[in-house]
C-alpha cells in the first residue's frame, strides 16, 4: 500500500520555523521527484516546492523563495520542507506530493500526482 504521511506542523508565531516531513512506503521513493502544496483557508491549491529525484534540483515559488528549503533523504524515503521566517500568509494545509516522469513537477493540482498525502496544518498567529 502507498502511503505518504506528512508530519511536522503546527501553531507558531510569525518569523518562526518549523520542519515539514513526510515519510514515504509503498513505492521506490529514489525514483520519483517530490513537490509539496498546500492550501490556504478559503483558497485553491498552490504548489510551493519541488525536488528531483536525486536531491540534486530544487524549486520554490516566488513566494517562499528564501525561507523554505525542500530536501529529501532517500535513505529514509522521507521528504523535508524546512520553512523559516514564517508569515501569517503561509498558513496552509501542506501536503507532500509525488510524481513520476519530469525531472520537476510544479503542478498545483494533487490529482495530476501519482500519490500524495492527507496534509498537515500550518497555522502562523501571534
Known amino acids: 500500500e502507498v502511503q505518504l504521511v506528512e508530519s511536522g506542523g503546527g501553531l507558531v508565531q510569525p518569523g518562526g520555523s518549523l520542519r515539514l516531513s513526510c515519510a514515504a512506503s509503498?513505492?521506490?521513493?529514489?525514483?520519483?521527484?517530490m513537490s509539496w502544496v498546500r492550501q490556504a483557508p478559503g483558497k485553491g491549491l498552490e504548489w510551493v516546492s519541488g525536488?528531483?529525484?536525486?536531491?540534486?534540483?530544487?524549486s520554490h515559488t516566488g513566494s517562499v523563495r528564501g525561507r523554505f528549503t525542500v530536501s529529501r533523504d532517500n535513505a529514509k524515503n522521507t521528504l523535508y520542507l524546512r520553512m523559516n521566517s514564517l508569515k501569517p500568509e503561509d498558513t496552509a494545509v501542506y501536503y507532500c506530493?509525488?510524481?513520476?516522469?519530469?525531472?520537476?513537477?510544479?503542478?498545483?493540482?494533487?490529482?495530476?500526482?501519482?500519490?500524495w498525502g492527507q496534509g498537515t496544518q500550518v497555522t502562523v498567529s501571534s
Open positions: 525536488i528531483d529525484s536525486g536531491g540534486g534540483i530544487t
Open positions: 509503498g513505492f521506490t521513493f529514489s525514483n520519483y521527484p
Open positions: 506530493a509525488a510524481k513520476r516522469g519530469a525531472t520537476l513537477y510544479r503542478s498545483s493540482d494533487l490529482h495530476e500526482y501519482d500519490y
